[in-house]
Nanobody
Framework: VQLQASGGGLVQPGGSLRLSCAAS????????MAWYRQAPGKQRELVAL???????NYADSVKGRFTISRDNAKNTVYLQMYSLKPEDTAVYSC?????????WGKGTQVTVSS
């Protein structure tokens, strides 16, 4: 199983980024997919998730600014991030879960700074 995240980088406050996570080795359409992030010195936190049926859920801190989506034909989950703030700076990782079995991908760094 591989989960390959991409799309991170350096962006100014108020800017946008789109993260992608391409999955292989799993029946992607069956899996709950989620984005987590971990900032230096802080615990990892759930940012957003999308169920196999397309239902989404977000952390309060990103509601209205981030959108999670999935493309089952491409085995990919996305995180569109708008109005980025310095406090969004973190390593973002994707996670796949089905029936209690989960897989992590390597993270991608997002830095929001002027």
């Amino acid at each position: 199983v591989q989960l390959q995240a991409s799309g991170g980088g350096l962006v100014q406050p108020g800017g946008s980024l789109r993260l992608s996570c391409a999955a292989s080795g799993i029946i992607f359409r069956n899996y709950f997919m989620a984005w987590y992030r971990q900032a230096p010195g802080k615990q990892r936190e759930l940012v957003a998730l999308v169920s196999s049926g397309g239902t989404t859920n977000y952390a309060d801190s990103v509601k209205g600014r981030f959108t999670i989506s999935r493309d089952n034909a491409k085995n990919t989950v996305y995180l569109q991030m708008y109005s980025l703030k310095p406090e969004d700076t973190a390593v973002y990782s994707c996670h796949a879960n089905y029936g209690g079995v989960g897989y992590w991908g390597k993270g991608t760094q997002v830095t929001v700074s002027s």
